[in-house]
């Protein structure tokens, strides 16, 4: 493993989370002079603590300690029973201590809003506590069937803003703001660096070449949310 390269990866986690590292190092059950030791190289980064890093943030052992895969699994995740979901909305979520992860009541791929005016406190309709989500996401809706089947019309998803758009995790899911349009995609390599591919998981859709500059806004799809509608 290489130390130096497993800290800068750590180091861009703690930063797209929005953490300090004595937050993050209590996140994942370490002391904090130690983290700061470990993130110093003054202290060799072991297999116990990349695994708390793991177990504790979701992430892949193999994109911590080789920089391969993706840093984020993409396994569904299942609602709780308490969320009650009516013609695609969440309804009736627990709110009254205000703990887990916001649920926004939008879609975004709905239109083209301010994050400022998405992300305002009056569209909340409650929180919900999953295992996995880390703190900062959001939760909001997804309507279309491009992403059919990894993301079906009506599923929600736990989003997470970016602090540098210029730092892509190729072949992950974001959602891709342009300014006439809101999607969800793969963000794919383009041979040409000042391009990305926006690709769907249904293939009756084309994939989209788009400039990086006409890209207005991103955020990190973490989690997909499957929810039976059946109920």
């Given at each position: 493993?290489?130390?130096?390269?497993?800290?800068?990866?750590?180091?861009?986690?703690?930063?797209?989370m929005?953490?300090t590292?004595?937050?993050?190092?209590?996140?994942?059950?370490?002391?904090?002079?130690?983290?700061?030791?470990?993130?110093?190289?003054?202290?060799?980064?072991?297999?116990?603590?990349?695994?708390r890093?793991?177990?504790?943030l979701?992430?892949?052992?193999?994109?911590?300690?080789?920089?391969?895969?993706?840093?984020?699994?993409?396994?569904?995740?299942?609602?709780?029973?308490?969320?009650?979901?009516?013609?695609?909305?969440?309804?009736?979520?627990?709110?009254?201590d205000?703990?887990?992860?916001p649920?926004?009541?939008?879609?975004?791929?709905a239109?083209?809003?301010p994050?400022?005016r998405?992300?305002?406190?009056?569209?909340?309709?409650?929180y919900?506590?999953?295992?996995?989500?880390?703190?900062?996401c959001?939760?909001?809706?997804?309507?279309g069937?491009?992403?059919?089947?990894?993301?079906?019309?009506?599923?929600f998803?736990?989003?997470?803003?970016?602090?540098?758009l210029?730092?892509?995790?190729?072949?992950?899911?974001?959602?891709?703001?342009?300014?006439?349009?809101?999607m969800v995609?793969?963000?794919?390599?383009?041979?040409?660096?000042?391009?990305?591919?926006?690709?769907s998981?249904?293939?009756?859709?084309?994939?989209?070449?788009?400039?990086?500059?006409?890209?207005?806004?991103?955020?990190?799809?973490?989690?997909?949310l499957h929810?039976?509608?059946?109920?």
């Amino acid at each position: 493993m290489d130390n130096c390269e497993i800290i800068d990866r750590v180091k861009y986690i703690i930063r797209e989370m929005g953490l300090t590292q004595g937050e993050f190092a209590r996140r994942i059950g370490v002391d904090s002079s130690n983290m700061s030791k470990y993130l110093n190289g003054k202290l060799p980064l072991n297999d116990s603590l990349i695994n708390r890093i793991v177990v504790n943030l979701g992430l892949s052992k193999d994109w911590i300690t080789t920089g391969s895969d993706l840093p984020y699994a993409k396994q569904p995740v299942a609602m709780p029973s308490e969320a009650m979901v009516f013609d695609g909305q969440i309804r009736n979520v627990p709110s009254t201590d205000r703990q887990g992860t916001p649920v926004y009541d939008i879609d975004v791929t709905a239109g083209i809003m301010p994050r400022a005016r998405m992300f305002a406190s009056e569209n909340i309709v409650g929180y919900v506590n999953l295992p996995g989500i880390p703190e900062g996401c959001r939760i909001v809706t997804v309507s279309g069937d491009s992403m059919h089947p990894v993301i079906r019309s009506g599923d929600f998803i736990a989003v997470r803003e970016l602090s540098n758009l210029q730092q892509i995790f190729w072949g992950q899911i974001y959602v891709v703001v342009l300014d006439d349009y809101c999607m969800v995609k793969y963000v794919r390599r383009h041979d040409d660096p000042e391009m990305v591919i926006l690709r769907s998981e249904n293939r009756n859709y084309d994939d989209m070449e788009v400039r990086r500059t006409d890209i207005r806004d991103m955020m990190f799809v973490q989690h997909i949310l499957h929810v039976d509608k059946r109920m």
